[in-house]
């Protein structure tokens, strides 16, 4: 069965600081995606990374960065001099791949407070 | 461009009422998801479309719960006698999936619809 662990359920953090928001999966397809949502105050799900299986390098975007290890299962997102701004509830998913509907199992999230 | 877009955005109804929630895709995706976002449960897959047909129905919480899509592109979902469990966020999604041997195509998001169930 596909899960998505997402342990941390409130992280606070004041501005500046460097923050980890962790997500462990279990999966036993040998290819399939990792994904990280942002759901800010205003609903709407947005689409930060999407990792392939088979890529294991890290990725940074600008203060965003993604640490991938097939090893351990994890797929952790860090957020460097957080801002007020990256306030929100951050799901990580888990999804196959060449499966019949591509569907996305997410974890339950965790709630980022980014005080001024 | 257009987003995927809900609505309505907000529903209050009574318990035993029947509701429908209406997604409207971007133009061109031929795959459709709903999914519900509850305080209990998470964010939970609820029902997949490819074209008209849904081929992945394993998340349908009843058979209270029923979804159609025409013409390939605006899907409606029913909730029948809602009940108070019903409760939540039910989100939409849309990608550009054509074939089950397709590499993974991007699901976009609508808003959502708030459902409340007095």
């Known amino acids: 069965a596909q899960k998505v662990t997402q342990a941390q359920t409130e992280i606070s953090v004041v501005e500046k600081e460097d923050v980890t928001l962790d997500c462990v999966y279990e999966?036993?397809?040998?290819?399939?995606?990792l994904f990280w949502y942002k759901q800010p105050p205003s609903g709407e799900l947005v689409f930060l990374i999407r990792?392939?299986?088979?890529?294991?390098q890290n990725e940074i975007s600008g203060r965003y960065s993604w640490n991938f290890q097939k090893s351990t299962s994890s797929f952790n997102f860090t957020i460097t001099a957080s801002q007020v701004v990256d306030s929100a509830v951050y799901f990580c998913a888990l999804s196959d791949h060449g499966g019949a509907t591509n569907k996305l199992i997410f974890g339950t999230g965790t709630l980022l407070a980014v005080q001024p | 461009g257009a987003g995927v877009s809900q609505s309505p955005s907000n529903k209050v109804t009574e318990k035993g009422k029947d509701v429908e929630l209406r997604c409207d895709p971007i133009s061109g995706h031929t795959a459709l998801y709903w999914y519900r976002q509850s305080l209990g449960q998470g964010l939970e897959f609820l029902i997949y479309f490819q074209g008209n047909s849904a081929p992945d129905k394993s998340g349908l919480p009843s058979d209270r719960f029923s979804a159609e899509r025409t013409g390939g592109s605006v899907s409606t979902l029913t909730i029948q006698r809602t009940q108070q469990e019903d409760s939540a966020v039910y989100l939409c999604?849309?990608?550009?999936?054509?074939?089950?041997?397709?590499?993974?195509?991007?699901?976009?998001f609508g808003p959502g619809t708030r459902l409340t169930v007095l």
């Open positions: 999604a849309s990608s550009l999936r054509k074939t089950p041997s397709d590499s993974y195509n991007e699901q976009f």
């Open positions: 990792r392939n299986s088979f890529d294991e």
């Open positions: 999966t036993r397809d040998t290819t399939y995606y």
